[in-house]
């Protein structure tokens, strides 16, 4: 069988093509690999202003031994290849708290239990509230992007990062949002705003899939976003242990069904950006609703090779209106495609979203798409203001 190839350059076209009509519907699924692309200067060197799970995992269980973490970690089973995050060590801790009564388990009272849960959040929280280096950041792009680019639907961004970093450039610009809580000072979670929302287009619908620093449960069973105001509040942050009965009718399961409604609705398209596809939840939620609504499309923007990403893949196989796009080839209708270097370029637009390697008469060895790279989809959404705004002062100069 022939290699399957296709040109990056009019897959950039595509792209831009499908966030250019004012006609669909658009949002972003923003994951963990975006923070982790922002460089803050850490002594000699260049550190990520947030670490991704890994980094965080590590973090946060070495500056925890004392309180035996490493107990927790020996009892969590995975599947074979996967490793245990610091998510999984508080879905478990969680668990026990539930279970332990007024014994023991592994040494561990439920005082023990509660009071490792709220250190753990408390370094999860030291560890992402971070405030942005500059007003440049591809966080800036997009919310300039969405301020600049007139549209006829509102622009959802759905992330499961606990981090308030989106807020922080939302406002900067600012772009009014609604993330489900009304209020100022002790905003309040209000379900039927949600499902019944006529805001108009310009406010941005964000939501928070895994919770966020900022979402506290007090002792009445409320949930608020606001500061902690009362050492007995308990943070919001991955609260996937407990049961759905419990809980269906809180933050996360409704923001969970914002991301269902948003691919089952019309036109739509939904760009990821930072997002591995290893959560098993929303990639149920995204190949269901893919699957049953063939006017909707997902552009999967992946930021190193296919074959590192197995889920994806999988993924990919299934349905035909995912498309996954990374350095060194695509997936598109279910097809594997390796990037073409015998075609002619006419598209330098997009040079800067590849990386390319080239003879001495100028014939391209390899070409790598960079456009899973959260900082090279900002300029890209730069570019597409920048390239609105040139087309109307050329219409005004007619």
């Not at 909707?296 to 590192?308: K, N, R, V």
Request: hydrophobic share 35%; proline share 4%; net charge negative.
């Amino acid at each position: 069988m022939d290699e399957q190839v296709c040109n990056p350059y009019r897959q950039m076209e595509i792209l831009q093509q499908a966030l250019a009509s004012d006609k669909s519907r658009i949002a972003f699924l923003m994951g963990a690999g975006c923070p982790v692309s922002i460089s803050i200067q850490d002594g000699d060197k260049d550190s990520p202003l947030i670490e991704d799970i890994e980094g965080l995992t590590n973090t946060i269980c070495n500056n925890l031994k004392e309180e035996n973490i490493d107990k927790i970690i020996t009892r969590i089973s995975l599947p074979e290849g996967k490793n245990v995050t610091i998510e999984d060590i508080l879905s478990h801790v969680r668990l026990l708290i539930e279970v332990v009564g007024n014994g023991q388990i592994d040494g561990f009272s439920k005082t023990d239990l509660e009071k490792l849960e709220r250190n753990i959040c408390e370094e999860i929280s030291k560890a992402v509230s971070k405030e942005m280096p500059d007003n440049e950041t591809p966080y800036h792009s997009l919310a300039s992007w969405i301020r600049d680019i007139q549209r006829n639907h509102p622009v959802e961004i759905f992330t499961p990062n606990y981090d308030l970093l989106i807020e922080s450039a939302l406002e900067s610009k600012n772009i009014p949002y609604f993330d489900g809580f009304i209020g100022t000072r002790k905003a309040f979670f209000d379900l039927h705003s949600i499902e019944h929302e006529e805001l108009p287009p310009r406010w941005v619908r964000l939501w928070k899939l895994h919770g966020s620093i900022n979402w506290w449960n007090d002792s009445n069973g409320h949930v608020f976003r606001g500061p902690m105001e009362s050492p007995g509040n308990k943070q919001m942050i991955y609260p996937s242990h407990l049961k759905y009965e419990q809980s269906r009718r809180m933050p996360y399961y409704a923001m969970q069904d914002r991301l269902g409604h948003f691919l089952a609705t019309g036109q739509a398209v939904l760009i990821t950006c930072g997002y591995s596809f290893v959560d098993e939840h929303l990639n149920g939620i995204i190949l269901e609703r893919l699957s049953t609504n063939p006017r909707a499309i997902c552009f999967g923007l992946i930021y190193g090779e296919l074959d590192d990403y197995p889920e994806a893949i999988n993924f990919a196989k299934k349905i035909s209106n995912l498309s996954l796009i990374a350095r060194n080839g695509a997936f598109i209708g279910r097809r594997k495609m390796n990037w073409s270097t015998k075609e002619h370029y006419t598209i330098s637009h997009y040079d800067y979203c590849m990386e390319r390697e080239m003879k001495d008469g100028g014939e391209d060895i390899s070409i790598r798409c960079k456009i899973g790279d959260f900082k090279i989809l900002g300029h890209f959404l730069f570019n597409q203001t920048r390239d609105t705004y040139d087309k109307e002062s050329d219409e005004s100069a007619e």
